[in-house]
């Protein structure tokens, strides 16, 4: 619920722009990377999933991507729209294990 | 969405009671897990089962203890609340451990009083 945004970093996007949202990762050996989206009162949804022998992937209006180099994961949501206000996270794979999940980052639509 | 169903979705009770939250799932997953969401913390994972009466501890396993006793259902129990364990636990299904989404319930909102 309005809990899980307590806290949390935000981004403030006009509607029609494009929204790019951060994740650095510190373990090299995680191979595996998932985007999720929560809205209020409701469990993560899945976005997007990218694995670490690629660059980039790309989805219905979502972008994945991975620079390995310097740990770091994106986000993009193009033409961002009210319904795409939620909170981001992402979760890497550290080997096998279960996945490991960031704290987050709110995004906030204005009209 | 997945098959996953959470009860209840909202309890409140008082400390030193004993709670039991339920997870069934219909997609005859392998991996099942349960997290508490916080504000400041995000997802931490309490347990998780790779099959019929296998479960693993996660990072804040203390004063929680879970069951598995058919592939469908993954119970959650907290012996005898606290007020720290006011929280929102979410159940997540996976078909394998770690390079594969999970994917999750509607969360249940426990607050103990």
């Known amino acids: 619920g309005e809990s899980v945004g307590l806290h949390l970093p935000t981004l403030s996007v006009q509607e029609g722009d494009n929204s790019i949202i951060n994740c650095a990762y510190s373990?090299?050996?995680?191979?595996?990377f998932i985007w999720y989206k929560q809205e209020s009162g409701k469990g993560p949804q899945f976005i997007i999933d990218?694995?670490?022998?690629?660059d980039k992937r790309q989805g219905q209006r979502v972008t994945v991507l991975l620079n390995k180099t310097v740990k770091h994961l994106s986000l993009q949501i193009a033409a961002t729209q009210p319904g795409d206000s939620a909170v981001y996270f992402c979760?890497?794979?550290?080997?096998?294990?279960?996945?490991?999940f960031g704290k987050g980052t709110r995004l906030s639509v204005i009209a | 969405d997945a098959g996953i169903t959470q009860s209840p979705r909202h309890k409140v009770t008082e400390t030193g009671t004993p709670v039991t939250l339920r997870c069934h799932q219909t997609e005859n997953h392998r991996y099942m897990y349960w997290y508490r969401q916080d504000p400041g913390h995000g997802l931490r994972l309490i347990h998780y089962s790779y099959g019929v009466k296998d479960t693993d501890k996660g990072e804040v396993s203390d004063g929680y203890s879970v069951s598995r006793s058919k592939t469908e259902d993954f119970l959650l129990t907290l012996e005898s609340a606290t007020s720290s364990q006011t929280s929102v636990y979410f159940c997540a299904i996976s078909e394998v451990r770690s390079d594969q989404p999970q994917h999750f319930g509607d969360g249940t909102r426990l607050s103990i009083l």
């Open positions: 990218i694995r670490s022998n690629m």
């Open positions: 979760a890497e794979n550290r080997g096998n294990t279960p996945l490991v």
């Open positions: 373990n090299s050996a995680s191979d595996y």
